[in-house]
């Protein structure tokens, strides 16, 4: 198993030396946007801002994709469909005040703001693979909190059998929205069971600081035994539901895309192999591995036939 167990949670600040260069870079990237980018853009809405988390022991040792690659290298199709557009347009987005909406099966629905949630649980960060279904894949040093943990607070009922995400609709700020390319806004969904498991993760920050807008700030879904289009961004609203949710793929292509997208191997695309993968950074592809490596998850789909739920 490639998840390491480095015994209790520490202190440690997240690569402080790191974070510096990485600013410095970041800096840099701003200058070539160009002033047609940003001009319209207030600081506080491109500036990451550095976050302190406690190393988790769900971490791969696995060599990092730089920084550079995970934040220029994006699908977030409400910034359009290519892997630059997202970098290219996300920075419009205002990302404060940001609050989320809850309701559905629960104790406790409501309208939350953003900074009440990010005081659920302390900040934890665990590096994670990230599998697209286009066949790349990243590693990346997430900051978040335990999606159970922000779970549990609302108090989901008995009749809470899956929970669903979805993504801000604001297409004035969203330039993808403006065209049917996805039915908006974009949505997801795991079973109660999932939702709950240690592995799955809602990420406010990566490589020591704030989420890019790029990367979903400021708060997305990590769900790393899945295709990475199940771990959705810029979460506006989760609600506790009786019946599977709908999803945004699975509304797209149902053909292609299923609710559960488990990464395997064994279960090809219909138009392309699932076999191997390209790990941004490297030429030649590797192996991928049933849930991603992350076989600890396979009880929740003990019985189920993953042909068929795919
Ligand atoms: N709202 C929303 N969430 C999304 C997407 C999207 O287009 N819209 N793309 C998904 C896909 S296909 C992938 S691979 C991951 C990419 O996350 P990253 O850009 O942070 O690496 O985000 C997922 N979350
Ligand atoms: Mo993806």
């Not at 969904?189 to 592995?199: S, T, V």
Request: aromatic share 12%.
């Amino acid at each position: 198993m490639l998840i390491r167990h480095a015994g209790d949670l520490t202190e440690n600040d997240v690569t402080p030396h790191g974070l510096y260069l990485r600013r410095r870079e970041f800096m840099a990237g701003t200058i070539a946007l160009g002033a047609a980018g940003l001009a319209a853009c207030a600081p506080e809405d491109v500036a990451a801002a550095p976050l302190k988390a406690a190393k988790s022991r769900y971490t791969t040792t696995e060599k990092l994709t730089p920084f550079k690659d995970v934040t220029t290298y994006n699908n977030f199709y409400e910034f359009g469909v290519d892997k630059s557009d997202p970098a290219a347009n996300a920075g419009k987005l205002k990302t404060r005040p940001w609050t989320v909406k809850v309701d559905g099966a629960c104790a406790k629905p409501g309208t939350y703001n953003l900074e009440d949630i990010l005081k659920i649980s302390p900040l934890q960060e665990r590096i994670y693979r990230l599998r697209c279904v286009e066949g790349w894949s990243m590693v990346i040093p997430w900051i978040g909190i335990p999606l159970a943990d922000i779970l549990k607070r609302y108090q989901p009922t008995s009749k809470a059998k899956f929970v669903a995400f979805e993504t801000l609709l604001r297409p004035s700020e969203m330039p993808g929205q403006r065209r049917a390319v996805l039915q908006w806004p974009y949505r997801e969904g795991l079973r109660m069971d999932e939702a709950m498991h240690p592995l799955a993760f809602m990420a406010v920050g990566l490589y020591g600081q704030t989420l890019l807008n790029q990367n979903g700030a400021p708060m997305r879904l990590v769900v790393p035994w899945k295709y990475g289009f199940k771990s959705i961004k810029s979460i506006s609203r989760i609600s506790f539901t009786e019946t599977q949710p709908k999803t945004a793929w699975q509304l797209s292509a149902p053909q292609e895309y299923g609710f559960y997208s488990n990464v395997n191997p064994a279960v090809d695309h219909p138009r392309w192999s699932q076999a191997s993968e390209r790990r941004i950074g490297e030429f030649i592809r590797r192996k991928t591995l049933p849930f991603n490596g992350y076989g600890e998850v396979a009880g929740l789909y003990a019985g189920m036939d993953l042909r068929k739920f795919y």
